[in-house]
């Protein structure tokens, strides 16, 4: 059974750093992606960042409507199957609860994916 334990969420200020992890484990296919998305109060989920296992290109989605907007970076540890998103700059629009996923169906990397972590808090205070 796969499973995805997602961390490193907190309450932060207006310009700090976060570093999220997701961690996954189970049996999964060799060439998956692993996504990070969000879903702040009232809005709907929204893609933020995807890589797979066997690429190291990250795809951050429309670069005109990316939350990432130069300032998250997703990576890699394939050792330890673990996904690590780093925020910088952050802002209070990014407050939101953060989830990681895999199980990507298709061959859009921005999903649908299959399996889907807990989920993680950030709360940027100004």
């Known amino acids: 059974q796969v499973q995805l334990v997602a961390s490193g969420g907190g309450l932060v200020q207006v310009g700090d750093s976060l570093r999220l992890s997701c961690v996954v484990s189970?049996?999964?296919?060799?060439?998956?992606?692993v996504a990070w998305f969000r879903q702040a109060p009232g809005k709907e989920r929204e893609f933020v960042a995807a890589i797979r296992w066997l690429s190291d290109s990250p795809w951050y989605g429309d670069p005109a409507k990316s939350p990432a907007k130069g300032r998250f970076t997703i990576a890699r540890d394939i050792i330890k199957k673990t996904v690590f998103l780093h925020m910088n700059r952050l802002n209070p629009e990014d407050t939101a609860v953060y989830y990681c996923?895999?199980?990507?169906?298709?061959?859009?990397?921005?999903?649908?994916?299959?399996?889907w972590g807990q989920g993680t808090q950030v709360t940027v205070s100004s």
């Open positions: 996923a895999t199980g990507l169906k298709g061959d859009a990397i921005i999903g649908p994916y299959e399996y």
């Open positions: 189970g049996r999964t296919s060799a060439d998956d992606a």
